[in-house]
Every structure is written in structure tokens, then in C-alpha cells.
């Protein structure tokens, strides 16, 4: 595997299902990063991890909760979630969090009925 | 409030044609990051311009930034279909009242070349 990859790719949930999103990197980087992105809003930041410690929840309801067990994984762990929490999750990860580009993961797809 | 502006949000155009994107932010930054997105894709990382009159060119594509006026352009070169995508800019706000990382996206330009 290369670059970022997440898992799954698509995902539909009940609004009483809990699920976790998957993402790894294999660029060895040191800073992750999940997105929200919908069709109505530009592409939104939700949460950043640098080395493996949050640095940034950028005010995230709390039914979505991330964690980075390592440099390599990110989780995002979704529960009681909104229809209105449709939307692409991408996850990025770059060299570190300053002055570093970023390199975006293909994204799930997300249905919440 | 943390602004950034794109325009146009649609962009349909024919092969060979030349166009500019814009792209306006409301904040100081000296670092802005262009990508690409295909239907169902994920993000492609185009270009990365990180100081006052930055110019890269990738074929035909040329990104610029003028931090003074809080404006970076894409310019398409003789436009061909493979171009048709959306396109987004990033300005990085960490250190300058934003928080490591943090990039706060335009809504995107959708380009359409036809033929």
C-alpha cells in the first residue's frame, strides 16, 4: 500500500449504529488530519493530530471522537450520529504541521439514514 | 471571521482556451496550497506556494500568490478535457491566529473543457 489509504470506502448507518473510520498513512509522517467534506460547505477541518497528540478539535459534536493509536492510524468513531453527518470523510496526513503539504486519502462516503 | 474566496465557482470552457481562477483570502498568510479533485476522488495536491510572488508551473497550469493582496490565481494554459476537475485553494493560517495545520479551503472551482 501507498500514500493514505481509508477504510471502509463507503459506509451506510442507522442513527443508533456505532462504526469506526480507518485511516493509514505509509508516507512517514507525523501529523493526521480528518475532514469533513459535504456538498453544501467548503471542505471543513475537524481534527489534527501531531504525533499522535490532538492539537486542534475545531468545536466537532461529540458524537464523532478520533484517535491515533500511532503516527500510522487514524480512527474516527462515529455513534448516534445525524443525517445531516452525510458527507466525505477524508483523512490527510503530512510531514508535520507547519509548512508541510498535505496528502488527502480517497475518502469514505458516508450515509447516515 | 476566516475567509476564503473562489471565483468562479463554475468554469465551463473550451479546449485551448486560456482562464484564470481566483482565489481571495481575508487573513494574513504567506503559504496557500492549490489540489485538484476528480468526481468521487480524493484530493491531488497541485501546487504549494509559500512566500510573497511564488509562480509554479506544472504543464498547463500556473499558480501565483500575492500576499499583500491576499490573492493567488490559477492560470490554465490551452485548456484540454483532461483538466475537468474541481478545484480547490488552501490558505494555512497556522501561526497567524490559526492552529497547526489548519487550512481553510475555498468552496472550489468546477471546470468543465469541452471540446
Known amino acids: 500500500e501507498t500514500g493514505v489509504t481509508q477504510t471502509p470506502r463507503h459506509l451506510v448507518m442507522g442513527m443508533t449504529n456505532k462504526k469506526s473510520l480507518k485511516c493509514e498513512q505509509h508516507?512517514?509522517?507525523?501529523?493526521m488530519y480528518w475532514y469533513k467534506q459535504s456538498a453544501k460547505k467548503p471542505l471543513e477541518l475537524m481534527f489534527v493530530?501531531?504525533?499522535?497528540?490532538?492539537?486542534e478539535n475545531n468545536s466537532v459534536p461529540s458524537r464523532f471522537s478520533p484517535e491515533c493509536p500511532n503516527s500510522s492510524h487514524l480512527f474516527l468513531h462515529l455513534h448516534t450520529l445525524q443525517p445531516e453527518d452525510s458527507a466525505l470523510y477524508l483523512c490527510?496526513?503530512?510531514?508535520?504541521?507547519?509548512?508541510?503539504?498535505?496528502?488527502f486519502g480517497p475518502g469514505t462516503r458516508l450515509t447516515v439514514t | 471571521e476566516l475567509k476564503v474566496e473562489q471565483n468562479p465557482l463554475f468554469l465551463s470552457m473550451q479546449e485551448g482556451k486560456n482562464y484564470t481562477i481566483y482565489c481571495n483570502y481575508s487573513?494574513?498568510?504567506?503559504?496557500l496550497y492549490w489540489y485538484r479533485q476528480d468526481p468521487g476522488k480524493s484530493l491531488e495536491s497541485l501546487f504549494v506556494?509559500?512566500?510573497?510572488?511564488a509562480v509554479k508551473q506544472e504543464g498547463r497550469l500556473m499558480a501565483s500568490l500575492d500576499t499583500k493582496a491576499r490573492l493567488s490565481t490559477l492560470h490554465i494554459t490551452a485548456a484540454v478535457h483532461d483538466l475537468s476537475a474541481t478545484y480547490f485553494c488552501?490558505?494555512?493560517?497556522?501561526?497567524?491566529?490559526?492552529?497547526?495545520?489548519?487550512?481553510?479551503f475555498g468552496k472550489g472551482t468546477k471546470l468543465s473543457v469541452k471540446p
Open positions: 508516507l512517514g509522517h507525523n501529523a
Open positions: 506556494l509559500l512566500s510573497n510572488g
Open positions: 490527510a496526513s503530512s510531514h508535520g504541521t507547519d509548512y508541510y503539504e498535505q496528502y
Open positions: 488552501a490558505v494555512d493560517v497556522a501561526g497567524y491566529g490559526g492552529s497547526q495545520g489548519n487550512l481553510i
Open positions: 487573513t494574513t498568510s504567506d503559504r
Open positions: 493530530y501531531s504525533l499522535e497528540e490532538r492539537v
